[in-house]
C-alpha cells in the first residue's frame, strides 16, 4: 500500500498482546504488517474536566494514540447513542432503542472531537481506515477539516432495512455522512441491498452500478466484504497445552454425554433465551437426550451499565436454573452456564470437545464464534454447526444446519438432527465449510478491503 495506515476504533487494542478477537486481531494484524497509526478512545472516563487529553504509546511499528472522555460524552456518544440507539436499531430492536434522552448531540460532540484530535497527526499520504457505528460521521467532521486522504469505513454490525433504519430521527444525517467515505464496507450481500434499496427509496438516487452509488451530491462505493478469522493462528492455539487440556478434562468428564456449546457476548442480539428454550424442548421431545446432552454456555459480560442488558442476565440465569430444576438428576445438570470471559487460547479446546455448537443470533452482522468452531475441529470426526440464518455469516455457512432461532421446535429438531448426523455427512459438511472460512479469512478481509480502498475513485465534491 502507497500511504501510512491509520486505523481508527472506538477502543485501540496493543497488537502486542494476544487480542481478545475480531476487530482487534484482524486491524493489529494489518498495522503490525504494514506499521501505521491506531487512533481511538482511551477506555478512560475522566470524571470532571473536558474530553481530549491524549496519550500516545509504541508497540513495535506501532503509534497507539489514544484520548480521554468526559463522564458526560461516554454517557452521551459511548452508552447513549452508540449502545442505545445505534446498536439496538441497526439489530432491528426498535422496542430497545431509546432516542429521546438526548444522546445525539453528544455523539456528534465526540465524532467532531476525534475528528480534531486525529487531523494533528495525518501526514498527506496515510490511507485511513474508520471501524464500526461509533465513529460513523467521521470522515464527513474530518473533511469539514481539511482531510482530502482516502478514508474507509468499515460497518461490524447489520445494516437494516430503510424502513427500520428510518425509525432513527437522525437517519438521513446518519446515511449522508457515508457519502464522505470513498468506500464502506458491509459484512454481508444482505446489507449492501439494505444501502442500495435506502439510498433509492430515502435520497431518491440510482446505483451507478459497479458498486458506486451517487446521493447527496457525492459518490461512493459501497460492497461485502464478510470479515473472517485467522484460520491457521486459530488451529495452531488448539494445539497449545492449555487447549489440549482442556479438550482433556471435557472429554474424561462428558465421555458418556453429547455436549454442546455456546460462546457469546451476553447481549441481547445473541438469541440466549431462545436457544435455552430450545434446549428444554430438545430435552422434552426426545428423551433420548437426558442424562446425556449437556450444554455449555459461555456469556461474557458486556455493556453492564445498560438496563436491557440486566434484563437479558436475569433472564438467562432464571431459564438455565429452570431447565436443571426440571430435568437435571443427582449426576446430570443439562445446562452449564458460565458468566465470564473465557481466555482466547482456551476457545479452541472447548469448541472441539463439543459435538454441536449452538450459534443462534437473533441478528448479528457476520459471528466469529461460527468461524472459530469450524476452525477448531478434527476433519476426521468433526462437530456440528447449527447456525442461525439471521447471522452473517450464514450467507457463506451454507452446509451449517441453518435455523430460525424464534422458531423453538425447528431448531430443536435441527439440534437433534446435528446430534444424531452420521460420521460421513458431518465430515462432507465440515470439509465444504473449513474451505469457506479459508478463502474467506481474515488477510482475504483486510487485503480485498485495502486494495479496493485504494481502487477507489476520489469523489468530487
Ligand atoms: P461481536 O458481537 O463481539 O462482534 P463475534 O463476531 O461473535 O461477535 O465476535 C466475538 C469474539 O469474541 C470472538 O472472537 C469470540 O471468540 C470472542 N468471545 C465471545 N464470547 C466469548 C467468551 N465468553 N469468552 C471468550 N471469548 C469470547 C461484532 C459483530 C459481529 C462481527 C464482529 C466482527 O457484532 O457480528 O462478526 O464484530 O466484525
Known amino acids: 500500500m502507497a500511504g501510512r495506515l491509520v486505523v481508527v476504533s472506538n477502543r485501540v487494542g496493543d497488537p502486542r498482546k494476544p487480542a481478545a478477537g475480531g476487530l482487534a486481531v484482524a486491524v493489529g494484524e494489518a498495522l503490525a504488517a504494514s506499521g501505521g497509526l491506531w487512533f481511538g478512545w482511551s477506555g478512560k472516563v475522566v470524571e470532571q474536566g473536558d474530553s481530549g487529553a491524549m496519550h500516545s504509546q509504541q508497540s513495535g511499528k506501532v503509534t497507539l494514540a489514544t484520548l480521554d472522555l468526559n463522564a458526560a ?13 445505534l446498536w439496538p436499531v441497526f439489530h432491528y430492536r426498535l422496542d430497545l432503542a431509546d432516542f429521546e434522552a438526548g444522546f445525539f448531540e453528544g ?22 481506515w474508520v471501524h464500526d457505528y461509533h465513529l460513523i460521521p467521521l470522515a464527513a467532521e474530518l473533511r469539514a477539516a481539511g482531510c482530502t486522504q482516502r478514508i474507509g469505513f468499515f460497518l461490524h454490525i447489520p445494516l437494516p432495512p430503510p424502513l427500520i433504519l428510518a425509525a432513527i430521527p437522525a437517519h438521513e444525517w446518519l446515511m ?43 459518490q461512493v ?4 466484504f464478510p470479515i473472517g478469522i485467522d ?67 459461555v456469556a461474557t459480560p458486556t455493556r453492564e451499565g445498560l438496563n436491557a442488558y440486566a434484563d437479558i442476565r436475569r433472564e438467562l440465569e432464571g431459564l438455565s436454573g429452570e431447565i436443571n430444576g426440571e430435568f437435571g ?32 443470533p437473533l441478528r448479528d452482522g457476520m459471528n466469529l464464534v461460527a468461524k472459530e468452531f469450524i476452525a ?12 442461525s440464518r439471521f447471522a452473517g455469516s450464514a450467507e457463506q455457512l451454507r452446509e451449517a444446519l441453518l435455523v430460525n432461532p424464534y422458531d423453538t421446535g425447528a431448531t430443536a429438531e435441527a439440534v437433534q438432527r446435528a446430534l444424531r448426523m452420521p460420521l460421513g455427512e458431518r465430515r462432507e459438511r465440515h470439509q465444504a465449510l473449513l474451505t469457506r472460512i479459508r478463502e474467506q479469512d481474515v488477510h482475504w478481509w483486510r487485503i480485498s478491503f485495502l486494495r479496493a480502498l485504494e481502487e477507489a475513485e476520489r469523489a468530487p465534491g
Open 329 to 360: 438428576e443427582l449426576d446430570w445438570m443439562p445446562v452449564r452456564y458460565i458468566h465470564r470471559t473465557l481466555a482466547r487460547r482456551r476457545l479452541p479446546g472447548l469448541y472441539r470437545a463439543g459435538r454441536v455448537a449452538l450459534v443462534t
Open 231 to 297: 484460520v491457521n493462528e486459530f488451529a495452531a492455539l488448539g494445539e497449545t497445552a492449555e487447549s489440549m487440556e482442556i479438550r482433556k478434562t471435557l472429554h474424561e468428564q462428558y465421555a458418556k454425554r453429547q455436549l454442546l456449546i455456546g460462546v457469546d457476548r451476553l447481549d441481547y442480539s445473541k438469541g440466549l433465551p431462545q436457544r435455552l428454550r430450545a434446549f428444554r424442548r430438545l430435552l422434552a421431545n426426545y428423551p433420548e437426550n437426558l442424562k446425556s446432552a449437556t450444554l455449555i454456555q
Open 376 to 387: 477448531a475441529q478434527d476433519p476426521e470426526d468433526p462437530g456440528v454447526l447449527v447456525l
Open 107 to 128: 455523539y456528534q460532540r465526540v465524532n467532531r472531537l476525534f475528528a480534531r484530535k486525529l487531523m494533528t497527526l495525518l501526514r498527506p499520504n496515510d490511507v485511513i
Open 221 to 224: 462505493r459501497a460492497r461485502a
Open 176 to 218: 449522508r455522512s457515508l457519502f464522505a467515505y470513498d468506500l464502506v464496507g458491509l459484512q454481508s450481500e444482505a446489507d449492501v441491498e439494505h444501502f442500495s434499496r435506502y439510498v433509492k427509496s430515502e435520497a431518491g438516487a440510482e446505483p451507478l452500478g459497479d458498486d458506486h452509488y451517487r446521493a447527496f451530491d457525492r
Open 73 to 85: 460524552d461516554h454517557e452521551a456518544y459511548y452508552e447513549g447513542y452508540s449502545n442505545r440507539v
